[in-house]
C-alpha cells in the first residue's frame, strides 16, 4: 500500500502537470498567433509596396501595361517591372480577367507543382484581406499569402497578392516547446521533491502526535497533556482539541471511579447492617420477638438496596441514552393533584404543612411516570429537609412557551458552599448525619430529577438560603398557544 506521503505527492505533481501543460499550451498558441500575424504584416507590407510602385507609376503618367507584348510576364512596363523586381519575397499582380501579369522573382523561381498550387490558391484568395496558409511541397515551407486590391486603378490591374515564408510559424512554438519541455519537467521535479520532503516533515509531527496521544490514554497517564512547541505549530489546532478531549476524558475517568467507589460504599453499609440482623436472628439465644425484629430491620435494609440498585440502574441506562422518554399529552392538573395529596400524607407524618394555593390547566407532551418521581422527588425532599412545623408549597405557573412546577419549603436550607453541588450523583450536604437519621438518602434523587427535566427539554433549577429553606423549580416547555410542545429531546 502506498503511503499517504507518497498519495498526496503524486496527487500534487499530477495537478502541477495539469496546470503546467494547460499553460505551456495557451502560451505555445499564443505565440503561434502572434507570429502569424507578424508575418501577415510583414506580407501586407509588401503588398502595399508593390501596390504603391504601381499607382505611382500610374500617377506619374507612365505607361503600367505594355500592351504590345503577348508574354504575360512582359505585360506590364519593363519600367514598372524593374522596380517591383527591387521588393523581396512573393509578389504576383493580377488583372481584371484573373491573369497574374507579374511574378516576382521568388515566385518564378518555384517549381512546377508549387507554381500549381500557388496559381490555383490564388483563385480562392479573399480580397478581404484574410490570410491564406498553404504548403509548398517541393520546399518544403508554408506560405502566407494576403490579397492587396487595387480597384481597378490604373484600368486593368485588380489586386496583388503577396506572401511570405510561414516556416517560422511552426519553428519558433517548437523552440519554445523543447524549452519547455526541458524547463517544466524541471521544476515539477524540483516541486515534487519539495512536496515529498514537506509531507515527510508534516507526517513526522503527525506520527508524534499520534505517539504521545496513545501514550496519554494508555489510562494512567490522563493528567498529561500535548505539549505546543514550535515544532507543531501547524496542528495547534488539532492538539487544542486534543488536549480538550483528554480533559473531557479525564474528567469522565474520575467521575466513573467516583461513582463506583460511592456506590459500592452506599452498598457496604446495608451489607453490614444486613448481615448483622441475620445474625442476630440467627442467634441461638434470641428469642423470637427478638428474631423477628432483627428480621423486620433486615427486611428494610434489602429495601434500601434495592431503592439505590434501581436508582443505580436509571442513571445508567439514561447516561447509555437506552432509557426512553414515552411522551404523551398529560394533563398537568390532575398530576400534580395526586403529588399533593401524597405530600399530604408525608407531610403530616411529618409534621409539616403542605399547601398546593395556586395550579394552572396546562397540557405537556410528558412521560407521565417519569414526570410523577421527579415532582415526588422534589416534594419527598422539601418535606424530608423540612423540621416539624414547617411548610412546604406547591404550585402550577404557566407562562409564554413554558409551565412551571414549583416546591417551596421553608426547611433547612442549603449552605452557599454546598449548594453548586446538589444536583451531583451521591452528594448529601451532612453525609453523616443524613445516613444516620432517618431521612438518609443516597443522594441520587436530584441528579435523576435533573435528567428527566432535561429529557423533557426543561430545566430543574434551585435557589436556597440555610436555615430559611429552598425552592426547587421545573421547567417544561410548551406550544405558546397552551398546545403540548413536541420539541423536547426524546
Ligand atoms: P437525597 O436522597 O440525599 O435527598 P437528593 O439528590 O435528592 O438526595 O438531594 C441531594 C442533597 O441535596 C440532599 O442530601 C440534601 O442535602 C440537599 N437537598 C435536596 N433537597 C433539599 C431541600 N429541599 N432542602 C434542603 N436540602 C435539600
Same mark, same amino acid.
Given at each position: 500500500m502506498l503511503s499517504t506521503r507518497v498519495k498526496l505527492t503524486a496527487a500534487f505533481v499530477a495537478g502541477l502537470i495539469a496546470v503546467t501543460a494547460t499553460l505551456v499550451l495557451a502560451v505555445l498558441t499564443a505565440r503561434n498567433n502572434a507570429v502569424y500575424h507578424d508575418i501577415a504584416l510583414y506580407a501586407a507590407a509588401q503588398g502595399d509596396l508593390a501596390a504603391r510602385v504601381i499607382t505611382d507609376a500610374a500617377k506619374a503618367g507612365d505607361?503600367? #501595361?505594355?500592351?504590345?507584348?503577348?508574354a504575360l510576364i512582359q505585360r506590364l512596363s519593363p519600367k514598372v517591372v524593374s522596380r517591383l523586381q527591387s521588393l523581396p519575397g512573393y509578389i504576383v499582380v493580377v488583372d481584371t480577367a484573373g491573369r497574374a501579369v507579374y511574378r516576382s522573382n521568388d515566385v518564378m523561381a518555384l517549381q512546377g507543382s508549387d507554381m500549381a498550387t500557388l496559381q490555383s490558391q490564388l483563385a480562392d #484568395?479573399?480580397? %478581404?484581406g484574410e490570410a491564406l496558409i498553404f504548403n509548398l511541397d517541393s520546399r518544403q515551407e508554408r506560405v502566407l499569402f494576403v490579397s492587396h486590391s487595387l480597384g481597378g486603378n490604373p484600368p486593368r490591374l485588380s489586386r496583388i497578392a503577396s506572401g511570405a515564408l510561414a516556416t517560422r510559424a511552426t519553428t519558433v512554438p517548437r523552440e519554445y516547446l523543447l524549452d519547455a519541455l526541458i524547463i517544466v519537467p524541471l521544476i515539477i521535479g524540483v516541486a515534487g521533491i519539495a512536496a515529498f520532503l514537506f509531507l515527510g516533515r508534516t507526517q513526522r509531527q503527525l506520527n508524534e502526535i499520534t505517539t504521545e496521544v496513545a501514550a496519554i490514554t494508555d +489510562?494512567? %497517564? #490522563?493528567h498529561r497533556r500535548l505539549a505546543l512547541s514550535e515544532e507543531t505549530t501547524d496542528f495547534a489546532d488539532l492538539m487544542t482539541t486534543l488536549n480538550a478531549m483528554i480533559s473531557r476524558l479525564e474528567m469522565s475517568f474520575a467521575g466513573l471511579r467516583r461513582f463506583t467507589a460511592d456506590a459500592s460504599h452506599e452498598l457496604k453499609t446495608p451489607l453490614a447492617v444486613l448481615r448483622a440482623d441475620v445474625e442476630r436472628a440467627m442467634m441461638?439465644?434470641? %428469642?423470637q420477638n427478638e428474631r423477628m425484629i432483627a428480621l423486620e430491620e433486615a427486611l428494610q435494609e434489602v429495601r434500601r438496596m434495592s431503592d439505590l440498585v434501581e436508582s443505580l440502574l436509571t442513571l445508567a441506562r439514561a447516561d447509555e441514552g437506552r432509557l426512553d422518554i414515552h411522551k404523551e399529552p398529560v394533563e398537568l392538573q390532575p398530576l400534580v393533584q395526586e403529588v399533593y395529596e401524597t405530600a399530604l400524607i408525608l407531610g403530616e407524618a411529618q409534621g409539616v404543612t403542605v399547601n398546593l394555593p395556586f395550579t394552572a390547566d396546562v397540557v405537556v407532551m410528558a412521560d407521565r411516570t417519569r414526570l410523577r418521581q421527579l415532582f415526588l422527588n422534589l416534594v419527598t425532599n422539601a418535606i424530608k429537609y423540612t423540621p416539624a412545623g414547617g411548610k412546604v408549597e406547591l404550585g402550577v405557573g404557566r407562562h409564554p412557551g413554558n409551565v412551571t412546577f414549583a416546591v417551596r419549603d421553608t426547611g433547612i436550607g442549603i449552605s452557599a458552599a454546598d449548594f453548586p453541588h446538589?444536583?451531583?450523583?451521591?452528594w448529601r450536604a451532612d453525609r453523616v448525619r443524613s445516613r444516620m437519621?432517618?431521612? +438518609? +438518602?443516597?443522594? #441520587?434523587g436530584l441528579a435523576i430529577s435533573q435528567w428527566i427535566a432535561q429529557a423533557h427539554g426543561g430545566t430543574l433549577t434551585a435557589s436556597s438560603r440555610l436555615g430559611r429553606g429552598s425552592l426547587f423549580t421545573v421547567t417544561l416547555p410548551i406550544e405558546s398557544d397552551g398546545q403540548p410542545s413536541d420539541n423536547a429531546a426524546r
Open positions: 505607361s503600367v #501595361l505594355a500592351t504590345s507584348d503577348t #484568395l479573399p480580397n %478581404s +489510562g494512567r %497517564s #490522563l441461638e439465644t434470641s %428469642s446538589i444536583f451531583e450523583r451521591f437519621s432517618e431521612r +438518609g +438518602g443516597f443522594g #441520587l
